[in-house]
Antibody, heavy 115, light 109 residues
Framework: EVQLVESGGGLVKPGGSLRLSCAAS????????MNWVRQAPGTGLEWVGR??????????DYAAPVKGRFTISRDDSKNTLYLQMNSLKNEDTAVYYC??????WGQGTLVTVSS | EIVLTQSPGTLSLSPGERGTLSCRAS???????LAWYQQKPGQAPRLLIY???SRATGIPDRFSGSGSGTDFTLTISRLEPEDFAVYYC??????????FGQGTRLEIK
């Protein structure tokens, strides 16, 4: 079964850090460009960033609001995608989805940044 | 950055009616990289259409996508009760950033 399962969400104070994971199965993860997308409560979808496959250089791109604070990485041996989030702000509160964009989406994990 | 503008913001229709949702881009989008999603409360987005007009696996044929350049349309030929949701368009070309429209809420009249 093709599947993406996120984990690692939770409550964190402003200025804190959190690392999200996304476990992939049912497709060739190592060949796939992967994305993180977030959705703040009651709002629309916002792209966070992506990482290319190793064969395409494993380069990363980020949305302006998170550049310099968030880092996307991957471990193809574990079929797992990561999102390291540092210097978190209240406005980073959202459900975070990993996705192959467009086809496969995880169920999301909630990150709440609050004092 | 390509800005996607969806219209209308809210569409009120009755089951059995035809729904037409619009997505306009601030600059030309390759049709290969235009997608439509459906999202219901508490759920992840569900891919309906990719490549502007190709239905995703398991999507009923009442959903169709069309358009090119800067104007794209999602049409639902005969609305079923389960179709009332929020719909997003997305452009996912190789050049970042990926962008989404702000969404169209399809509600029961």
């Amino acid at each position: 079964e093709v599947q993406l399962v996120e984990s690692g969400g939770g409550l964190v104070k402003p200025g804190g850090s959190l690392r999200l994971s996304c476990a992939a199965s049912g497709f060739t993860f190592s060949n796939t460009w992967m994305n993180w997308v977030r959705q703040a409560p009651g709002t629309g979808l916002e792209w966070v960033g992506r990482i290319k496959s190793k064969t395409d250089g494993e380069t990363t791109d980020y949305a302006a609001p998170v550049k310099g604070r968030f880092t996307i990485s991957r471990d193809d041996s574990k079929n797992t995608l990561y999102l390291q989030m540092n210097s978190l702000k209240n406005e980073d509160t959202a459900v975070y989805y990993c996705t192959t964009s467009p086809r496969i989406w995880g169920q999301g994990t909630l990150v709440t940044v609050s004092s | 950055e390509i800005v996607l503008t969806q219209s209308p913001g809210t569409l009120s229709l009755s089951p059995g009616e035809r729904g037409t949702l619009s997505c306009r881009a601030s600059q030309s989008v390759s049709s290969s990289y235009l997608a439509w999603y459906q999202q219901k409360p508490g759920q992840a987005p569900r891919l309906l259409i990719y490549g502007a007009s190709s239905r995703a696996t398991g999507i009923p044929d009442r959903f169709s996508g069309s358009g090119s350049g800067t104007d794209f349309t999602l049409t639902i030929s005969r609305l079923e009760p389960e179709d009332f949701a929020v719909y997003y368009c997305q452009q996912y070309g190789t050049s970042p950033p990926v962008t989404f429209g702000q969404g169209t809420r399809l509600e029961i009249k």
